[in-house]
T-cell receptor, first 113, second 114 residues
Framework: GNSVTQMEGPVTLSEEAFLTINCTYTATGYPSLFWYVQYPGEGLQLLLKATKADDKGSNKGFEATYRKETTSFHLEKGSVQVSDSAVYFCALSARTGGFKTIFGAGTRLFVKA | DAGVIQSPRHEVTEMGQEVTLRCKPISGHNSLFWYRQTMMRGLELLIYFNNNVPIDDSGMPEDRFSAKMPNASFSTLKIQPSEPRDSAVYFC????????????FGPGTRLTVT
């Protein structure tokens, strides 16, 4: 079945450091891929998406490229801020006999001033 | 524009009691999802509705859980009887039917069963 695997956290960085959170997936067909962010005490928010191979999703300085050959969708940001501290979820959705979004386990990011 | 509204935000109850969680989706959205989030199991889809009809309830853990959507602007998730292992944060999310990947989450209900 479909699944998403993302790097375990927590990830701790200093402000202005480069961020990479790895995400790989297993899916039949051609899923769409997403990153969601969850700030403390809140629900998840869609951060960015890519719907086909080689698409790059971007938002708020974050980027991720849909790599079909490596089945990956790694999240990157060139310079993190304290306000980026949150939990990041990689997810995929596919229509295989019905719709379902599969979420990864989440990676907690701490950014220190 | 109001987002997804959930109530209550926090619920503490004793084992064996009935618990009802409520959700109001974003106006105009016709897909609604209930999720459960725990440290051990992460984020799990419990059930989702399309145009008020349950489409996939395979994630509902057992018969103690039930969900209804009597109209387009209201849904409930009921646990009866509740057990300590039901303690979790329960999220409701909604989306447009042709953009089900773009889900808008509510703030969640933190349920504690003692």
């Amino acid at each position: 079945g479909n699944s998403v695997t993302q790097m375990e956290g927590p990830v701790t960085l200093s402000e202005e450091a480069f961020l990479t959170i790895n995400c790989t997936y297993t899916a039949t067909g051609y899923p769409s891929l997403f990153w969601y962010v969850q700030y403390p005490g809140e629900g998840l928010q869609l951060l960015l998406k890519a719907t086909k191979a080689d698409d790059k999703g971007s938002n708020k300085g974050f980027e991720a490229t849909y790599r079909k050959e490596t089945t990956s969708f790694h999240l990157e940001k060139g310079s993190v801020q304290v306000s980026d501290s949150a939990v990041y979820f990689c997810a995929l959705s596919a229509r295989t006999g019905g719709f379902k979004t599969i979420f990864g386990a989440g990676t907690r990011l701490f950014v220190k001033a | 524009d109001a987002g997804v509204i959930q109530s209550p935000r926090h619920e503490v109850t004793e084992m064996g009691q009935e618990v009802t969680l409520r959700c109001k989706p974003i106006s105009g959205h016709n897909s609604l999802f209930w999720y459960r989030q725990t440290m051990m199991r992460g984020l799990e889809l419990l059930i989702y509705f399309n145009n008020n009809v349950p489409i996939d309830d395979s994630g509902m853990p057992e018969d103690r859980f039930s969900a209804k959507m009597p109209n387009a602007s209201f849904s409930t998730l009921k646990i009866q009887p509740s057990e300590p292992r039901d303690s979790a944060v329960y999220f409701c999310a909604s989306s447009l039917a042709d953009r089900e990947y773009e889900q808008y989450f509510g703030p969640g209900t933190r349920l504690t069963v003692t």
